[in-house]
Nanobody, 121 residues
Framework: VQLVESGGGSVQAGGSLRLSCTVS????????MGWFRQAPGRQRGTVAR???????TYIDPVKGRFTISKDNAKNILSLQMNSLKPADTAMYYC????????????????WGQGTQVTVSS
């Protein structure tokens, strides 16, 4: 099992980034998938999740600005981030959880190495 994030970088406030997570070892259509982030000095937490029937969940600070999606044919999870704010600065992680362990949890089983997002004011 391997999850590899890409697409992070530095952007000014108001800008956009698109994160991608390329998955191998299982198919994204059969797992709970999520994006998490960790800012310096803070705990890692959920940003967005997408379940097996493509129901999505977002934390309040990113609602209306971020969109999580998955491409089952390419086995890729994405996070489109618009109207970025300095508060969005963090390391972003892609994660996956077997469906029998549930989607609504912080304790996903499989994790990528992370990609840094830095938003300047």
């Amino acid at each position: 099992v391997q999850l590899v994030e890409s697409g992070g970088g530095s952007v000014q406030a108001g800008g956009s980034l698109r994160l991608s997570c390329t998955v191998s070892g299982f198919t994204v259509s059969t797992y709970c998938m999520g994006w998490f982030r960790q800012a310096p000095g803070r705990q890692r937490g959920t940003v967005a999740r997408i379940d097996l029937v493509n129901v999505t969940t977002y934390i309040d600070p990113v609602k209306g600005r971020f969109t999580i999606s998955k491409d089952n044919a390419k086995n890729i999870l994405s996070l489109q981030m618009n109207s970025l704010k300095p508060a969005d600065t963090a390391m972003y992680y892609c994660a996956a959880n077997p469906m029998w362990l549930g989607c609504d949890t912080e304790h996903y089983v499989y994790w990528g190495q992370g990609t840094q997002v830095t938003v300047s004011s």
